[in-house]
């Protein structure tokens, strides 16, 4: 009976072993703190990663890596102009609440390859899968991919390189060690920025690991945004003693006499 | 060499816009204008946003005006009897404008007021300049004296009370005018990041009466107090003034104004005003062409709030 009750839990044991967890992640990035500082054009970061066997397991031939970056989240309204008695006027506005001012979806190829449409929805791979909560009317909810909105948010996004869909930024350089390229553009939101590993082997999730890189204002930069902030008068006095030494000493430098 | 701006948090180019503020200080200096109203739309054409520009910009024409000033006031042509009435209402109306300003920019129609405000404003007034100006300048080419004086010419605003004198612009004229004036040029000036000396000399010279030789000094002190006293205004209450954009504006603007001076007084008085009209016009066409031609893109992106 005992010896029973031993054979069982082995088998549970090993039935809750799925194929899934035959491999997991190791990840590292390059840099976990990105410092804006005076010349800050954007940076590129490169994120190391390997894939381990568990015990007993064995690689599979062939795998695909799907990096997705998030950055802090924001409301942000998309403006419609519409022309009205021969001017173009902002008519008609959609808010979309708490979305990634950053998002980035990096992969070994393009997502469309790698996993069957159900499972990219479900697990928000792709921009066009990313859940974008919008308020339409008294309701809050995503929309298809292509709705007008929701596509030019997207597509304005892009335009700045803060949202991108690459399926060539993951690279494998052995079959089991991959290196994927995050592009920060130079308006970059300051905020945390979760990072989500996920590993595919024929279509299906096979393991999933997570990070974080957190950007932040660095030195004079930061100082001057939380003086703006936190003490406004006294900013704005400071901007205009700036001013008149400013205009006094050009008029002394330039005395004709 | 790229630079990073705090508020406007975005990356520029440090000698592209140094050499806007010299460009633009060039002009402001040449003809005793603050100059926002060219300033201002460059900003935006670079990528920053219209509130960050408007209210950055004020503290680029107060230290223009500024420089300009003290040019002026060691020429003895500053009017300050007639600057600080002036001045009384131009408060008033730049706090009335921050306050519009902020309530415009909830609404998500700031851009449209700005845009449409600059296309009447500069069309109307530059066509008013250059018309004037040619006039004047038909006159002298046909040996006549260029600006027509008739102190026997009373308008309607002649007879108002509260008479005062203003010595060094040999003027005899109401309180009343000389305070609406000012609050309008600070009004105007808070809402479209512009110092409203383009707005504030032809009136000088067509409602007062104020002679050529004092106008532009007097303008550029009262630009100077409405613009210093906007930048405070919209850092306290917008907190979207930036500093280093504005400092990278003044050095460029105060060197630019210098020069500007000297080839301004250099220049015929209505020839000068004839440029000053063809350019005011010119960003007002331009201006109208942007409201009129169907953008490129017709949807845009508006920062609401964090999280």
């Known amino acids: ?257 | 060499m790229q630079i990073y701006l705090p508020i406007a948090d975005l990356s520029v180019n440090v000698f592209l816009v140094l050499g806007m503020g010299l460009a633009v200080g060039y002009m402001s200096g040449m003809f005793g204008i603050g100059g926002g109203f060219l300033m201002t739309p460059l900003l935006i054409f670079i990528g920053i946003s219209p509130a960050v520009a408007v209210a950055s910009v004020t503290g680029h024409i107060a230290a223009s005006s500024f420089s300009g000033a003290i040019n002026y006031w060691n020429r003895r042509a500053i009017d300050l009897a007639l600057a600080l009435m002036l001045l009384a209402g131009g408060i008033v109306g730049t706090a009335t404008g921050v306050w519009l300003f902020t309530t415009l920019r909830a609404l998500d129609q700031l851009d449209l007021i700005i845009g449409l405000s600059y296309v009447t404003l500069l069309t109307v007034v530059g066509a008013i300049m250059i018309n004037e100006s040619v006039r004047a300048i038909a006159r002298a080419h046909h040996g006549m004296p260029a600006t027509v004086r008739r102190p026997g010419s009373h308008t309607w605003f002649h007879g108002l009370p509260f008479k005062l004198r203003f010595k060094r612009s040999k003027i005899y004229v109401s309180a009343i005018p000389v305070l609406a004036i000012g609050f309008v040029i600070g009004f105007v000036g808070a809402i479209m990041g512009i110092g409203g000396g383009f707005l504030l000399v032809p009136m000088l010279i067509y409602f007062l009466r104020v002679p050529t030789a004092t106008v532009i000094g007097t303008s550029m002190v009262l630009t100077f107090v409405t613009m210093a006293s906007a930048t405070v205004m919209h850092a306290a209450t917008n907190h979207l003034v930036d500093a280093l954009l504005a400092l990278i504006l003044m050095v460029g603007g105060v060197v630019g104004a210098q020069f500007g001076a000297r080839t301004g007084q250099k220049m015929r008085g209505e020839r000068l005003r004839l440029l000053l009209g063809i350019l005011v016009f010119a960003v007002g066409l331009r201006f109208a062409y942007e409201l009129g031609v169907k953008p490129e893109d017709l949807y845009s992106i508006r920062h609401v709030g964090d999280g």
């Open chain 1, 1 to 257: 009976m005992l010896r029973l009750a031993f054979l069982l839990v082995v088998l549970a044991i090993g039935g809750a072993a799925r194929p899934a967890d035959a491999e997991q992640l190791v990840v590292s990035l390059s840099n976990q703190r990105v410092a804006i500082t005076s010349n800050f054009i954007g940076e590129q970061l490169v994120l190391f990663g390997t894939i381990e066997p568990t015990a007993g397991a064995a690689l599979r031939p062939s795998y695909d890596l799907v990096v997705t970056v998030v950055g802090p989240r924001q409301t942000l309204r998309t403006r419609r102009k519409q022309r009205v008695l021969g001017i173009w006027v902002n008519v008609d506005s959609r808010e979309f609440l708490r979305v990634p001012v950053y998002l980035a979806i990096l992969s070994n190829r393009p997502v469309a390859q790698i996993a069957p449409p159900d499972t990219l929805r479900r697990l928000q791979i792709g921009l066009a899968n990313f859940l974008l909560t919008q308020r339409i009317g008294p309701d809050i909810a995503d929309t298809v991919s292509d709705d007008p909105f929701r596509k030019a948010f997207v597509h304005l996004q892009g335009d700045h390189g803060l949202y991108s869909e690459a399926g060539n930024a993951v690279t494998f350089l052995t079959p089991a060690v991959f290196r994927a390229t995050i592009a920060l553009p130079a308006d970059a939101p300051v905020g945390p920025y979760p990072i989500d590993v996920k590993l595919f082997a024929d279509g299906k999730l096979a393991a999933r690991t997570n990070t974080a890189l957190q950007v932040t204002k660095a030195g004079f930069e930061q100082y001057v945004a939380d003086a703006a902030r936190d003490h406004g008068l006294l900013y704005g006095f400071t901007t205009m003693f700036m001013a008149l030494l400013t205009g006094w000493f050009a008029s002394v430098v330039f005395r004709r006499d």
